[in-house]
């Protein structure tokens, strides 16, 4: 059945190609935003590849430093996936450039949304560095109510990636701010780390991490500590039951399942005996710190439900990193 005409922005990303599969299997009909590389278009072969992407997915370039270029992909959509964003974990631009690019482009998009006349709902994809880096004792959890402290971001994640959470942080803010002033209907929702399969080529950055045992990469180990997991295809699930519920309001925290350290050695040790897992002992001594959890319940009570857990968040991934010959 057809579901009309819905955006997705940033359409190369691991999450973002996923969710435009999903569409298309739901019954919508996508147009997607890439931007091009110095005037030539990547390959996006595995997006037109994807089934009905023939008849119902449409691309177009645009770039989040200028978001008028949103404009046409737009037109004519009944809802709004925000999920692209300004991606710099190792700090090549100053983080004040980032966080002001990545508003700009929200908030550019937000006013597309409204001049259109036709977008219902824009669900915005925040990230759980919005909630959790607070200073909170990790033995706590978290609800939607929990903000990052920007002032605590730059003094304890400086080398970690900071520019990328306070962007993050203000962007969703900024993002909120703006559709109440303005009477839109804009839904938050903030995933844990996404794991499983996937569209794209190469092996998404935060299934590398989750994997980092089966790799070998040892210099990852020290951010799955204690880790929150969710698979991806739960997390565009829970995208457009958003879109759809029409009750739904605010911010959205996305987790499947929680899992340490230990936990997740024990499980990937006996499930796939034909990687030789590393020990984890000379981790213990040098863990600095620990995320607090969190809770999916506001979501839960929406009446979604959570189809994977964390054997098949790494089965997935496994098969699909076996498939592409990146294992």
Not at 197 to 212: I, N
Not at 215 to 220: P, R
Not at 228 to 255: F, M, N, Q, T
Request: glycine share 6%; net charge negative.
């Amino acid at each position: 059945m057809e579901k009309g005409s819905v955006c997705v922005t940033g359409g190369t990303g691991y999450l973002a190609s996923w969710m435009i599969k999903r569409l298309l299997e739901d019954g919508y009909s996508v147009n997607t935003t890439v931007r091009s590389d110095s005037g030539s278009r990547k390959d996006v072969s595995y997006l037109t590849n994807l089934p009905r992407a023939s008849e119902r997915l449409n691309i177009f370039d645009a770039d989040l430093s200028r978001p008028e270029t949103f404009e046409a992909p737009i037109k004519g959509c009944i809802g709004v996936f925000h999920v692209a964003h300004p991606i710099d974990f190792v700090g090549k631009e100053p983080e004040e450039v980032q966080t002001e690019r990545a508003i700009k482009a929200s908030l550019g998009i937000l006013q597309l949304c409204i001049d259109s006349k036709t977008v219902k709902k824009v669900v915005y994809t925040s990230s759980a560095s919005t909630v959790v880096l607070n200073g909170t004792k990790h033995t706590d959890v978290l609800d939607e109510e929990s903000w990052s402290d920007i002032d605590y971001i730059r003094t304890r994640f400086k080398a970690l990636g900071a520019p990328y959470f306070i962007s993050k942080t203000l962007t969703e803010k900024a993002t909120i701010e703006f559709a109440e002033k303005n009477g839109l209907d804009v839904v938050t929702i903030i995933p844990t780390y996404i794991h499983g399969p996937f569209v794209v080529p190469h092996c998404p950055g935060s299934v590398r991490v989750a994997m980092a045992m089966i790799f070998g990469e040892t210099d990852k180990y020290e951010m799955l500590i204690k880790t929150d997991y969710v698979h991806v295809d739960d997390v565009a699930r829970a995208h457009i039951h958003l879109l759809e519920y029409p009750s739904a309001k605010g911010r959205y925290i996305c987790s499947g399942i929680a899992a340490t350290f230990e936990e997740l050695h024990n499980l990937l040790s006996l499930r796939y005996l034909e990687y030789k897992m590393p020990s984890i002992d000379f981790l213990m001594d040098s863990v600095t710190f620990k995320f607090p959890g969190v809770s999916s319940a506001k979501l839960l009570r929406t009446g979604f439900e959570f189809k994977y857990g964390l054997e098949k968040m790494f089965d997935d991934a496994v098969d699909c990193c076996k498939q592409k010959n990146i294992l």
